[in-house]
């Protein structure tokens, strides 16, 4: 089966930045779209940024300019460069991923388990 593992999560101050890291491993035959969602204490969870298996960005706009989503398809990661980050970024980070685990088999969404990123001075 497969599975996402996030990692790069911490406490920052604001203004600073950090780099999120998932990397899909197990039964994989391909993995497309791939992104980053993330919720707050008492909210609902959000999209964030997502990249398409062309490469393709979307972007909440609360994040546009100050976050960029990337991939390296030979490691099957996907990583969420985050620049200028607020308090109101604080929130627990969770990548998702669109895999085939078979050539012929369906495509499902897979979770990681979340990295708290906290901006706070």
């Known amino acids: 089966q497969a599975q996402l593992v996030e990692s790069g999560g911490g406490l920052v101050q604001p203004g600073g930045s950090l780099r999120l890291s998932c990397a899909a491993s197990?039964?994989?035959?391909?993995?497309?779209?791939m992104g980053w969602y993330r919720q707050a204490p008492g909210k609902q969870r959000e999209l964030v940024a997502t990249?398409?298996?062309?490469?393709?960005?979307n972007y909440a706009d609360s994040v546009k300019g100050r976050f960029t989503i990337s991939k390296d398809n030979a490691k099957n990661t996907v990583y969420l460069q985050m620049n200028s980050l607020k308090p109101e970024d604080t929130a627990v980070y969770y990548c998702?991923?669109?895999?085939?685990?078979?050539?012929?088999?369906?495509?499902?969404?897979?979770w990681g388990q979340g990295t708290q990123v906290t901006v706070s001075s």
């Open positions: 998702n991923a669109r895999i085939k685990e078979y050539r012929y088999g369906p495509e499902y969404g897979y």
């Open positions: 197990g039964s994989i035959f391909s993995v497309n779209a």
């Open positions: 990249i398409a298996s062309d490469g393709s960005r």
